[in-house]
């Protein structure tokens, strides 16, 4: 059974940093195309950064030189290092893996950035 369980999240004030993890089981992570989204309250699902199974990695325009995705040799965990947080960073953030026929998605860890 594939389960995606992310970590790392809480209160942060602005400027601050938090590191996300997402680790898998019943996958390895570095043979997938792996993604983090964010959804804030009230607003769409939306694309934060992905590594390829190539370890490539992309950011949105939004989060570009302030966020980092990494993953772990031994194929189980993905981070994603948050720095320079923004008030409008705030969101439940989640980690995904394209499987090919299908998404499979974490529950999502919260993140909250304030004063």
């Known amino acids: 059974q594939v389960q995606l369980v992310e970590s790392g999240g809480g209160l942060v004030q602005p400027g601050g940093s938090l590191r996300l993890s997402c680790a898998a089981s019943?996958?390895?992570?570095?043979?997938?195309?792996m993604g983090w989204y964010r959804q804030a309250p009230g607003k769409e699902r939306e694309w934060v950064a992905k590594?390829?199974?190539?370890?490539?990695?992309n950011y949105a325009d939004n989060v570009k030189g302030r966020f980092t995705v990494s993953r772990d040799n031994d194929g189980r965990t993905v981070y994603l290092q948050m720095n320079t947080l923004k008030p409008e960073d705030t969101a439940v953030y989640l980690c995904?893996?394209?499987?090919?026929?299908?998404?499979?998605w974490g529950q999502g860890t919260q993140v909250t950035v304030s004063s």
């Open positions: 995904a893996a394209d499987l090919g026929q299908r998404i499979q």
């Open positions: 590594i390829t199974r190539a370890g490539t990695t």
């Open positions: 019943g996958l390895i992570i570095s043979i997938y195309n």
